[in-house]
T-cell receptor
């Protein structure tokens, strides 16, 4: 069974641009979560989706948004990029939201210049 | 509100020595606690989790952790370190039971010397 797939693996953008990151969960998994990882702040929760509905949202500005499609694939979008948005963005999937093991992708490394 | 604190951003041990990575938590409700490992250029992998069953939790790769409510701790141990254990380790707690919504510690980078 294929793991969690995140595309692209690396991305370079400039300030003010917007970016869309994609996550394909493990087949059969209906829950997808997103995390931002930076050397300074560590791992921070962005959002969690289950069956196309956002279940939880972290403490990030409105420039960060996400969605989940009917096939459980998820995208996150960051508009008006800032230098501080440079980070590794990790996606994780699970069968459901409670008491289920999270499986993480390898992440998308975003660099904002 | 839930939070976790990992003591020591870097830990170095010799191959064959005991590994001890420390994690203390703060939670207003009975916590669900986790340890994840991250190898270079990879995502996170679950090592073990505590969900209020047994206080001593055994995980993969010979790791285990003990939940101590009186000390609000959930330290990770392995009796004998292997070179392949070199990685970064994260302690985490759920916010409200949902495993998708984790609060992570800052991480501890483990180095293993030959």
């Amino acid at each position: 069974k294929a793991g969690v797939t995140q595309t692209p693996r690396y991305l370079i953008k400039t300030r003010g641009q917007q970016v869309t990151l994609s996550c394909s969960p493990i087949s059969g998994h209906r829950s997808v979560s997103w995390y931002q990882q930076t050397p300074g702040q560590g791992l921070q929760f962005l959002f969690e989706y289950f069956s196309e509905t956002q279940r939880n949202k972290g403490n990030f500005p409105g420039r960060f948004s996400g969605r989940q499609f009917s096939n459980s694939r998820s995208e996150m979008n960051v508009s008006t990029l800032e230098l501080g948005d440079s980070a590794l963005y990790l996606c994780a999937s699970s069968l459901s939201t409670y008491n289920e093991k999270l499986f993480f992708g390898s992440g998308t490394q975003l660099s904002v210049l | 509100a839930q939070s976790v604190t990992q003591l020591g951003s870097h830990v170095s041990v010799s191959e064959g020595a005991l590994v001890l990575l420390r994690c203390n938590y703060s939670s207003s409700v009975p916590p669900y606690l986790f340890w994840y490992v991250q190898y270079p250029n990879q995502g996170l992998q679950l090592l073990l989790k505590y969900t209020s069953a047994a206080t001593l939790v055994k995980g993969i790769n010979g790791f285990e952790a003990e939940f101590k409510k009186s000390e609000t701790s959930f330290h990770l141990t392995k009796p004998s370190a292997h070179m392949s254990d070199a990685a970064e380790y994260f302690c985490a707690v759920t916010r409200g039971g949902s495993q998708g919504n984790l609060i992570f510690g800052k991480g501890t980078k483990l180095s293993v010397k030959p």
